[in-house]
C-alpha cells in the first residue's frame, strides 16, 4: 500500500504565500507524474499542476507565474510554492500520485487526504 500525506495549508491575506508538501511512503517501487488538485465548495475538483518523472511541468492557467511545483524524488515528496495567493484559491488541496508499486511492478495513482487552503481578502 502506498499513503500520501499532505501539509502546509492554512488561513492568509491575499498576496501571501503558501508551501504545501505531500510525502509518499509505502511500497514503492518509482514514482511517476505527481501533482496537485483542488476542489472548491460547489466545485469540481481541478487540476492545479503537474510534475513529470523528468520534472516537465504544467500548470493551470489560474496560476500561472504565481505558483510553483517541484519534487524532491530523494524523499518521494513534491511541493507546490503559492505566491500571491487570491481569495479564489481557496479550496481543498490534494495531492496525487502515480506509483509504480515495489512487489507487483504494476501503477496505481493516488490520492492524499487533503489539506485547506483559505485566502483572505
Given at each position: 500500500?502506498?499513503?500520501l500525506v499532505e501539509?502546509?495549508?492554512?488561513?492568509?491575506?491575499?498576496?501571501?504565500?503558501?508551501?504545501?508538501?505531500?510525502?509518499?511512503?509505502?511500497?514503492?517501487?518509482?514514482?511517476?507524474?505527481?501533482?496537485?488538485?483542488?476542489?472548491?465548495?460547489?466545485?469540481?475538483?481541478?487540476?492545479?499542476?503537474?510534475?513529470?518523472?523528468?520534472?516537465?511541468?504544467?500548470?493551470?492557467?489560474?496560476?500561472?507565474?504565481?505558483?510553483?511545483?517541484?519534487?524532491?524524488?530523494?524523499w518521494n515528496t513534491?511541493?507546490?510554492?503559492m505566491n500571491n495567493?487570491?481569495?479564489?484559491?481557496?479550496?481543498?488541496?490534494?495531492?496525487?500520485?502515480?506509483?509504480?508499486?515495489?512487489?507487483?511492478?504494476?501503477?496505481?495513482?493516488?490520492?492524499?487526504?487533503?489539506?485547506?487552503?483559505?485566502?483572505?481578502?
Amino acid at each position: 500500500q502506498v499513503q500520501l500525506v499532505e501539509s502546509g495549508g492554512g488561513l492568509v491575506q491575499a498576496g501571501n504565500s503558501l508551501k504545501l508538501s505531500c510525502a509518499a511512503s509505502g511500497s514503492i517501487f518509482t514514482i511517476n507524474t505527481m501533482g496537485w488538485y483542488r476542489q472548491a465548495p460547489g466545485k469540481q475538483r481541478e487540476l492545479v499542476a503537474l510534475i513529470t518523472g523528468r520534472s516537465s511541468t504544467n500548470y493551470a492557467d489560474s496560476v500561472k507565474g504565481r505558483f510553483t511545483i517541484s519534487r524532491d524524488n530523494a524523499w518521494n515528496t513534491v511541493y507546490l510554492q503559492m505566491n500571491n495567493l487570491k481569495p479564489e484559491d481557496t479550496a481543498v488541496y490534494y495531492c496525487n500520485a502515480e506509483v509504480q508499486q515495489t512487489a507487483t511492478r504494476a501503477t496505481y495513482a493516488y490520492w492524499g487526504q487533503g489539506t485547506q487552503v483559505t485566502v483572505s481578502s
